[in-house]
């Protein structure tokens, strides 16, 4: 009798235990919020950092001295700063269209508006990073410049549409070529 006793004394201390170990940890003050310059996106992805990773990852076994870095280091920043702002400037453009396709009531003229929309401004983007590659390539040795082609920074002349960082995935939509079932047909 004396046993079941002090086992029910034992458990009860033990859930009490317990019970205060939660409680205490749920008392603890939350870590503070991210300052307005620090707060991560989505899903706490942080832009910036995320970038500033990708920079830090692309110049991976670049050869450079402290001047060429001076030189060399602002113009990789800009492009791969450039790459990042233009893929969020294609995103709202590839929606647009994605939404039209899976809507099923589009009509092919409004598709090919919303098509011709995003090939324009994708184009436009090719145009300004190839520019940035030029500029950048101007100041680079040749090891230099194999190095960064490697490490998908450069990508003019690799059919990469001037994406980067491994190319676009299936396209700007990155969800490859799907058919809705209905086969394809262009009307230019």
Known sequence: MKCNRTIKVLTSVLVVSLFIGVVLVMAQEPPPPPSETQR??????DPAQFQARMIERSTTNVKLTADE???IMPKIEALISYRFSSMQELQPLRQDLRDLLESG???DKAIKQALDRLKAKAAEIKKKTEELETNLKSVLTIQQE???????VITQGLGMGGMGFGGA???FGGRGNRDSGGGRTRNN
């Not at 991560?40 to 992805?45: D, R």
């Not at 194999?146 to 998908?152: D, M, V």
């Open 105 to 107: 009531k589009a009509s």
């Open 146 to 152: 194999a190095q960064l082609t490697l490490n998908g």
């Open 40 to 45: 991560p996106g989505p899903g706490g992805f």
């Open 169 to 171: 995935r299936g396209g």
């Open 69 to 71: 870095a001076k030189v």
